[in-house]
């Protein structure tokens, strides 16, 4: 499924999809945040890159003085099954390839990610431009192998990007908790240790143990959601307790989502006071509007249970 040429890894026509089954109403949009780069110019931001719906200036570019190959890396926010990206280059800074890689980690790091690749995209310039990709994955990493030349535009051959949008469908690693006679505390404790491990966040040194009873109030999300989390967890006890398997799946699954929304309300949260302290009204606009979002569904969860 990948044939090696002139030492390089390229996908070959007979490349499958992954093996999940994805319902098209899934695909969408999926948000992102930047984690790692080789290098940055002063003055380019990465994470722009994370709320860029066009080709934008303000995006990313590479130290004026540095080697090839260079790389940057963004966290899905969702595990998801990829389907295309589109990307863009700056005006002057339009670049010869870019090799696209998709991966999994279990530590929440994208150090110990193992990626493969999942596309690659040539002659990109300022124009949306749209890559065809395959696999499933919660981190992308982006190499630039080859340098721009020098030009009285680009008089330092740096590598530009002004947009890069995710068209994917999310995927779980671990589909809802299933009950049965055997089920217990312990599995149930299990079960959202795998929830969080599919989020990406580590539970190490989060406190998380099966003994603890109240674990929630250790999960990685802002107050009010893990006061709803909580009262969803006695929710979903009850229905247990009743044999009502069909309501308790239901909440285990509004569970998942409400940690979801939890983990990402406090990141937007430090990114539109980021946005406010620079003035960037704009970007504070576009954030404010996300955590208000996110904010009603929380609560809409949480009175849809009382």
Known sequence: YQRRVHGKMELTENTPMAPASVDPEMYRFIDFHSVACSSQNTGSSLEELSFAL???????????????????IFKLHTRAKLEYLLIASKKSMAFENVAVYIGD???GSFVDVNYHLAGEAKEVTNAQQKVKCY????????????QPEQSPTNPYGQVGVGLI??????????????????TDEKSSKEAIDKILI?????????EWTHA?????KYTPVDEETRETLIALEKVRDQAYRAEDFEKAGNVSGDIKKLIEIGTEIPTLKR????????????RAVSLKERLVKLQRMRNAMDALYE
Do not use: H, M
């Open 135 to 146: 696999g499933i994955g919660s981190f992308l990493k982006l190499i630039f192998n080859t």
């Open 105 to 107: 980690g279990l530590s």
């Open 271 to 282: 990114y539109l006071a980021e946005a406010v302290s620079k003035e960037d009204f704009g």
């Open 165 to 182: 949008r995710v068209w994917a469908a999310p995927v779980a690693y671990y589909k809802g908790v299933k009950y049965t006679d055997a």
């Open 54 to 72: 066009r080709p934008t200036e303000n995006g990313w570019e590479c130290g004026r003085f540095v080697k090839f190959p260079q790389e940057i």
């Open 198 to 206: 599919e989020l990406g966040v580590p539970i190490e040194g989060t």
């Open 212 to 216: 603890d009873r109240e674990s929630y």
